[in-house]
């Protein structure tokens, strides 16, 4: 057969499973459906029998899992008659939040740090029109003043403390239990504020308790060591790490996420940035994927886990990768050994640098 129905987005695919009626006009940009990829070389060079898998998020309409979150957020508070939104991000949900906004016809302001947003996510919001303020300060700065200011002015918070978001990113679970068949036995992912977290286990309990999966997984969610609250066990004063989607001291979603790990049995982990930046780079030179640093942490999990036997040989293990490589193209580069070589535009020059490089 041909022909198949056009896909437009998690609302439309997952309506039965979310808090929307039935004449709500949807805000969507046709976010989810996103692959699940399972690890060939990576799997193969590691020696232990397990099967991994990557949800590959950053293929999203605007690069991250964020836009899942949003066009439940942005629906809701379009549909109640509001006219702006605002958040503060470390960039994936700013870009996410004006792309959306311009959708649906209103205004974003957008919270970020002084300098420590990734290039492509500041040219998200920059083209998608947003109002931008950049804070003095970090992240845990900019959600205080956005939290304080909400109360203050006619502006719908749409970062994660708002409760659309979580259940519109619950539906990255659902499209995993889908495609496995069943629940994976690991999900590993990034910890920053905490929302997705919590989002994962909202889905796979969810699907849990009308049976459609007998079993969830261990959710296993790893930090920076610079921005590691949940390591530290409480709040962290000045959070510092390569990766600046998780450079979050402060997280919104405490609670929910140690739930999260109590009740599925899971933990949390931490690595350096020179771990992270590794395994960022042996994604994409061993498997073709393109993920950014904080997406990575989920792998470094995975792969250290695996290692050390706390996950056991047999298991199916999930990764979020949650934003796409090319939003921080800088650091890519930074990090970047392989040969960019100068050659004169003839046919023996380029001829010789191949022949060099094939012995
Ligand atoms: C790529 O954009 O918090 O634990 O303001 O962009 O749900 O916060 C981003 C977070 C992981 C952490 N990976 O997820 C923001 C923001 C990427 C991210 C996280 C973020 P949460």
């Keep these: 057969m041909p022909f ?52 590959y998020e950053g293929l999203n309409p605007t690069g991250s899992f964020k836009d899942r979150g949003m066009t439940m957020a942005i629906t809701q508070t379009v549909n109640a008659g509001n006219q702006a939104v605002i958040c503060a991000s470390t960039g994936n949900t700013s870009a996410s939040a004006a792309a959306y906004a311009a959708r649906a016809g209103i205004t974003a302001f957008v919270l970020i740090p002084d300098g420590k947003i990734a290039q492509g996510k500041l040219a998200q919001a920059m083209m998608h029109g947003a109002i931008i303020f950049q804070i003095q300060g970090n992240f845990d700065d900019g959600m205080r003043l956005v939290k304080e200011v909400a109360s203050h002015a006619p502006v719908e918070i749409v970062n994660s403390i708002n409760p659309f978001r979580l259940q519109g990113q619950k539906t990255a679970a659902f499209e995993i239990i889908e495609e496995l068949g069943r629940a994976p036995d690991y999900h590993c992912l990034p910890l ?40 530290r066990g409480h709040p962290v004063e000045n959070p510092e ?68 036997g706390k996950i056991p040989e047999g298991s199916t293990i999930t990764c979020t990768l949650t934003g796409h490589g090319l939003k921080d193209p800088d650091t890519a580069i930074r990090q970047s050994t392989g040969p960019v070589i100068k050659v004169k535009a003839t046919l023996e020059e380029v001829k010789g640098a191949i022949l060099d490089h094939l012995v």
């Excluded at 929307?20 to 940009?29: C, K």
């Design 4 to 55: 198949r129905p056009r896909y437009t987005g998690v609302i439309d695919r997952y309506r039965d499973f979310l808090p929307i009626h039935e004449d709500t006009r949807i805000i969507s940009l046709g976010e989810g459906n996103t692959p699940l990829i399972r690890l060939h070389n990576i799997q193969r060079e590691l020696g232990k029998e397990v099967n991994i898998y990557v949800k």
């Design 192 to 231: 920053g504020n905490a929302g997705n977290i919590s989002a994962y286990w909202l889905g796979y309990t969810q699907f849990y308790q009308i049976g459609i999966v007998t079993t969830r997984p261990r959710m296993c969610a790893y930090q920076a060591s610079g921005a590691a609250p949940f390591l």
């Design 241 to 308: 790490t390569i990766a600046t989607a998780i450079r979050i001291g402060n997280p919104q979603s405490w609670d929910k996420a140690w739930a999260a790990q109590r009740e599925s049995g899971g933990w949390f982990d931490e690595f350096s940035d020179e771990e992270i930046l590794a395994t960022q780079k042996l994604l994409a030179e061993r498997e073709g994927i393109f993920c950014e640093p904080a997406s990575a942490i989920a792998v470094a999990g995975a792969l250290r886990d695996v290692k050390s």
